[in-house]
């Protein structure tokens, strides 16, 4: 069995989706009864599974999004009948797929659709629902995400439930030192913080009702915490920067910018907890990968959180700044809940792994190949 796997729209691994493709590659392994091919643009040929020598096959393309999408909808799949592919993968079925489908296939889904859609044209909105209603299977990363993809007409029984993994290599608990900062090149964070890692994308990733929160923290408790937020700089940084400068404790809230993936198991322990408000997470991967580094988390009941962190973090209804300042404030108060909160996180994310997650992938893949 041959397979062919989708790189376009995984930000040469430098976004979520990017981290996905990654950790799965490095999980699948050649043999004689499957062999894994990627293709996409020539700048990916090193980025993903490397150590595993899987083939990569160059796809010549201006670096557009306008000229991918075109690729997948028009040419796609002569391509993939060149290749001998018996069935193919597409991580980043929300950024492009082809219209029709003349080789079995695979559409992986690890955003809200109707999220999605909302900042999609008309155009793109009929093309994507008819694309992820003719593929043959789809793997959603969460019921929550299965439950979206039903409202819009995809049949349930073509649906597979697949949680992502951890990368347990990287997100462990470690011994920190015992040092009033966390050095991570180029930064040295004072010590205690919250962390929130989040792309600022949209106002849904309540940025502004966290900075609320931790203001009022500090009004209430006088403690010498800092928040902490990382990850890319989206189309909402200045609403995000603008609700930091008219917080009165503007100087303890800290934004990194883009913050590398390997770099977050550091970040993660040397925090005091995670706070993750954000209402539109279908995959809620951060708080799994926070748990595991041994930190407790809130987060907000919405979207996939609920479901990912099951009954391990303070929930919170992410538009209620009492309720996450209260969060907050027991984390940092309260010693024996915290070191509650920490075992048992570490115990819940032993369920996840990226071998799982690609063992499960492969089994979806071989039930389409006759």
């Known amino acids: 069995m041959k397979v062919g796997i989708d790189t376009f729209g995984c930000d040469h691994g430098r976004s979520g989706i990017g981290s996905y493709l990654s950790s799965l590659t490095q999980n699948f392994k050649n043999s004689e009864k499957i062999q894994f091919e990627l293709f996409g643009a020539e700048i990916d ?8 020598n899987l083939q990569f096959e160059s ?46 296939s ?27 209603k003719k593929v043959d299977k789809i793997i959603a990363a969460s019921t929550f995400i299965k439950k979206d993809l039903k409202r819009f007409g995809v049949k349930p029984d073509k649906i ?12 462990y608990q470690r011994d920190m030192i015992d040092s009033d900062f966390v050095e991570i090149s180029p930064f040295a964070i004072r ?26 923290f ?7 915490h800092r928040l902490v937020l990382a990850g890319n700089e989206g189309e909402f940084i200045d609403y995000v920067k603008k609700a930091v400068s008219d917080s009165p404790y503007s100087t303890d809230i800290f934004i990194t910018g883009y913050f590398p993936h390997e770099s977050f198991p550091a970040l993660y322990s040397g925090s005091e907890a995670c706070i993750f408000p954000s209402e539109m997470e279908g995959v809620g991967l951060p708080v799994l990968e926070a748990m595991a580094t041994g930190i407790p988390v809130a987060c907000s009941r919405n979207g996939a959180l609920q479901e990912i962190a099951g009954d391990k973090a303070i929930l919170f209804d992410s538009t209620n700044i009492e309720e996450i300042e209260a969060a907050m404030e027991k984390i940092a108060t309260d010693k024996e809940f915290r070191s509650k909160m920490i075992a048992e996180g570490l115990q819940w994310t032993k369920r996840f792994s990226w ?16």
């Open 106 to 132: 695979v559409a992986v889904v690890n955003d809200i659709m109707s999220e999605m859609f909302r900042h999609k044209s008309f155009i793109e909105k009929i093309r994507m629902k008819q694309s992820l």
């Open 218 to 224: 500090k009004k209430k408790t006088g403690l010498p």
């Open 59 to 104: 796809i010549l393309l201006p670096d557009t999004s306008y000229s991918e999408k075109f690729w997948h909808r028009f040419a796609c799949n002569s391509f993939a009948l060149r290749q001998n592919y018996d069935v193919m993968l597409f991580p980043a079925s929300s950024y492009a797929l082809p219209s029709n489908f003349k080789v079995p």
């Open 45 to 52: 040929r090193y980025t993903y599974a490397r150590e595993n």
């Open 191 to 216: 010590r205690p913080y919250f962390i929130y890692a989040s792309t600022m994308s949209s106002p849904l990733k309540r940025h502004k009702e966290l900075i609320e929160a931790f203001s009022l």
């Open 355 to 370: 071998s799982k997650t690609a063992e499960e992938t492969v089994k979806v893949l071989e039930s389409l190949v006759k």
């Open 160 to 171: 597979v439930v697949i949680h992502n993994g951890i990368n347990h290599s990287m997100f």
